[in-house]
């Protein structure tokens, strides 16, 4: 690494931090809502780019490039379904939060169904933070770094103990930021990132093009549709990991969860200064997913294009950026790879701290605690996860290699169980309580069942789908048999304005048409190839 890269390196993250400084001196940190929600003082711009680098991580970078390196762009879908599941948000679900005045996501289920079930969820949200999303955020960033800038090599030590300095290195500083800056750091950190990665993540496939063409984007883009159009196409087969019919079944409840009820991304549109505002910032993120299979994907197929079929899928990012990134930008890109790990890390860091400080230390631990006492705490509370995802990051590479497809497939036994009663509980007034319980012990134990157990041949996108319709039908049986005694009404106790934006439904129409151009543009050119 030489000189110029360190330089850069330095003067990127040094400019995220001042900036992040500069936007939260004099903010009031010392209050729940100032600490854990912004003051409820987040801008749409804000919010949009942190909900975007929150949920473009190295995993992604790393992972759906591979898929467009072994398969095709059918994986897009996931892209384009959270742009869809942006809209569904910004029109159903942010409304209700906000006229609530909640500040975790499972208080809503509180009010609508009991205590008990809010503190199961909670501990569903924190079991999958801690254990299942940070150390891997971690690990997959330390493989990202290691594997384009052979931190192992410069400094001699093994793998493994680069590892470690990695995790150390990027965990520590998600960690100062989330812990002593509460979420207005982390967001403002986010937005001035997420421009980093969208101008660094679009340079790797504008230069991977260039060079395939000998220097012509437009003649690189050539041979891939000459050479290799299947790749172009959006429609996935049932081989594929993202086959196209999961769009009609449970990719959309994925999507629905992570940008509608998942406590870690939803907590920046909460911070919303008004109704209005977390709308036009969640429609901009939509906006701006359209254009990341672009930065994520195919950076695969223009790497299949290079290097033809030898690579391992998952080299084919890092070998392309150190492939065709000029040294003096290698420093730029270290530090935008670092802030989309640290994005997703220190975002689900306050996200815990939240979740725990108000869902477990308040209501069980200290019920007496005043707001000073709940922030202060909860900055200990935020270093002890830290540390255990800093130290627990670098030992999944001494596990079996499945160990980490297995993590990933273990999200399915709470992201889909909690949306269930979430929209059951919002969309109708007689579901008891005892049906939310039954319903997140049936769906958990049946899709167990069928990662663990059984395999009954079908994609698990496909499995979760069903269980969702079983569920959501079990839950309306029992409204029917044991309805509750009183009709459910959502209180309205909002302390923002909850007026709607005036463009909401004409800028989610736009989006919509986007989409399917796209799936056409790229049908007819993989089916002509």
Request: with cysteine; charged share 10%; hydrophobic share 55%.
């Amino acid at each position: 690494m030489s000189f110029i890269t360190i330089i850069s390196f330095l003067f990127f993250m040094g400019l995220v931090a001042l900036i992040s400084y500069f936007y939260t001196r004099g903010e009031n940190l010392q209050t729940t809502e100032g600490y854990y929600l912004a003051g409820r003082g987040l801008s749409a711009w804000v919010i949009a780019g942190s909900l975007l680098l929150t949920n473009l991580s190295t995993e992604q970078l790393i992972g759906l490039s591979a898929e467009g390196y072994q398969f095709s762009l059918s994986s897009m879908a996931f892209e384009v379904i959270a742009a869809i599941a942006l809209i569904i948000v910004a029109i159903f679900f942010l409304p209700r939060y906000l006229k609530g005045n909640i500040i975790t996501i499972p208080d809503f289920l509180a009010d609508r169904y009991d205590e008990q079930t809010k503190q199961i969820v909670t501990i569903l949200f924190l079991l999958g933070y801690i254990t299942n999303l940070m150390p891997p955020v971690l690990y997959t960033g330390a493989i990202a770094f290691n594997g384009i800038f052979n931190i192992d090599e410069i400094l001699g030590v093994s793998r493994l103990t680069a590892f470690w300095i990695i995790s150390v290195t990027v965990g520590g500083i998600g960690a100062i930021y989330a812990i002593f800056g509460g979420l207005k750091a982390v967001a403002i950190s986010d937005t001035v990132n997420a421009v980093g990665l969208f101008i660094g993540g679009l340079l790797i496939p504008i230069l991977g093009l260039a060079v395939l063409g000998d220097g012509s984007i437009f003649e690189g883009i050539t041979t891939i549709v000459n050479d290799t159009p299947e790749k172009l196409n959006a429609i996935g087969s049932s081989a594929e990991p993202v086959p196209f019919s999961t769009l009609f079944t449970g990719l959309l409840l994925i999507g629905l969860f992570y940008w509608g009820t998942n406590q870690l991304v939803m907590q920046r549109a909460l911070a919303a200064k008004s109704l209005k505002e977390g709308q036009k910032g969640l429609l901009i993120a939509a906006a701006f997913k359209l254009f990341t299979p672009i930065i994520i994907i195919l950076p695969g197929i223009i790497a299949f294009n290079i290097f033809g079929p030898e690579l391992v899928p998952e080299d084919a990012y890092p070998r392309l950026v150190e492939h065709v990134l000029p040294s003096p930008l290698l420093g730029f890109f270290a530090a935008v790879l670092a802030g989309a790990v640290l994005s997703t890390f220190n975002s689900a860091l306050n996200s815990s701290v939240t979740l725990f400080m108000i869902n477990v230390y308040k209501p069980y631990i200290n019920p007496n605690a005043t707001q000073e006492t709940l922030v202060r705490k909860g900055k200990y509370i935020g270093t002890g996860i830290a540390l255990f995802a800093i130290i627990v990051a670098p030992l999944i590479a001494l596990v079996p290699e499945g160990f980490f497809v297995y993590l990933q497939t273990v999200n399915g036994l709470y992201n889909v169980p909690i949306l269930t009663i979430i929209i059951v509980g919002y969309l109708t007034k007689r579901v008891p309580t005892i049906a939310a319980k039954i319903s997140l012990a049936v769906f958990i134990f049946a899709y167990a069942l069928t990662q663990l157990v059984w395999d009954f041949g079908l994609n698990y996108i496909h499995i979760l789908g069903i269980l969702f319709v079983i569920c959501v039908g079990l839950m309306l049986i029992i409204g029917k048999i044991k309805p509750r005694e009183t009709e459910f009404v959502l209180k309205e106790n909002n302390s923002v304005d909850v007026t709607n934006w005036k463009y909401l439904y004409p800028f989610s129409l736009a989006i919509i048409a986007s989409i399917l151009l796209m799936y056409i543009f790229f049908s007819k050119l993989g089916i002509a190839g």
